[in-house]
T-cell receptor, first 113, second 115 residues
Framework: AQSVTQLGSHVSVSEGALVLLRCNYS??????LFWYVQYPNQGLQLLLK??????LVKGINGFEAEFKKSETSFHLTKPSAHMSDAAEYFC???????????FGGGTRLMVKP | GAGVSQSPSNKVTEKGKDVELRCDPI?????LYWYRQSLGQGLEFLIY????????KSGLPSDRFSAERTGGSVSTLTIQRTQQEDSAVYLC?????????????FGPGTRLLVL
């Protein structure tokens, strides 16, 4: 079975500051890794995903994440936060056989002006 | 269609009543998923459809929950004899073929409140 841990249920940054949202996973086999964003009263939108190949993955809205197998991590970063980045972010894993997504607990990002 | 749609967007019901939640996936997507998002439990997988069959029902929390999919398209999640702990946002997602590496596209959800 796989599991996902997101450190920090709430993260607050100033506009223009670095955004770092942490995600660690456990899995018996190499998983596929995803970051989704949820704006208030909306569904989840894919930011980026890692399947195979290059371990540094670039996504929408200037976000990127790096898969580090040795650390079982897939942390999400953005060099400079915008007010519009305020939302809840979910890290998720899936296995090819399992298909469904297993989500972390989510991190609510707040951006201060 | 342009995206996954769900109806109703909000549902308030009384304890003990049955409710039906509907999901229209993206046209051509063979895989369909139901998830539940609640304050206490976060985002939980409920059930997965490949076409009209459900190879994975492992996430359904009790036998009061059931789901079906007809014509390889629309899906209905039914909750019988609702309980207050069923209050949550029910999210539907679809993907093209249902492999683990595909993006799942989510609908806006149905917010269920059981009084």
């Amino acid at each position: 079975a796989q599991s996902v841990t997101q450190l920090g249920s709430h993260v607050s940054v100033s506009e223009g500051a670095l955004v770092l949202l942490r995600c660690n996973y456990s899995s018996s086999v190499p998983p596929y890794l995803f970051w989704y964003v949820q704006y208030p009263n909306q569904g989840l939108q894919l930011l980026l995903k890692y399947t195979t190949g290059a371990t540094l993955v670039k996504g929408i809205n200037g976000f990127e994440a790096e898969f580090k197998k040795s650390e079982t991590s897939f942390h999400l970063t953005k060099p400079s936060a915008h007010m519009s980045d305020a939302a809840e972010y979910f890290c998720a894993v899936s296995l090819n056989a399992g298909n469904m997504l297993t989500f972390g607990g989510g991190t609510r990002l707040m951006v201060k002006p | 269609g342009a995206g996954v749609s769900q109806s109703p967007s909000n549902k308030v019901t009384e304890k003990g009543k049955d409710v039906e939640l509907r999901c229209d996936p993206i046209s051509g997507h063979t895989a369909l998923y139901w998830y539940r998002q609640s304050l206490g439990q976060g985002l939980e997988f409920l059930i997965y459809f490949q076409g009209n069959s459900a190879p994975d029902k492992s996430g359904l929390p009790s036998d009061r929950f059931s789901a079906e999919r007809t014509g390889g398209s629309v899906s209905t999640l039914t909750i019988q004899r609702t309980q207050q702990e069923d209050s949550a946002v029910y999210l539907c997602a679809s993907s093209y073929a249902g492999t683990g590496l595909e993006t799942q596209y989510f609908g806006p959800g149905t917010r269920l409140l059981v009084l």
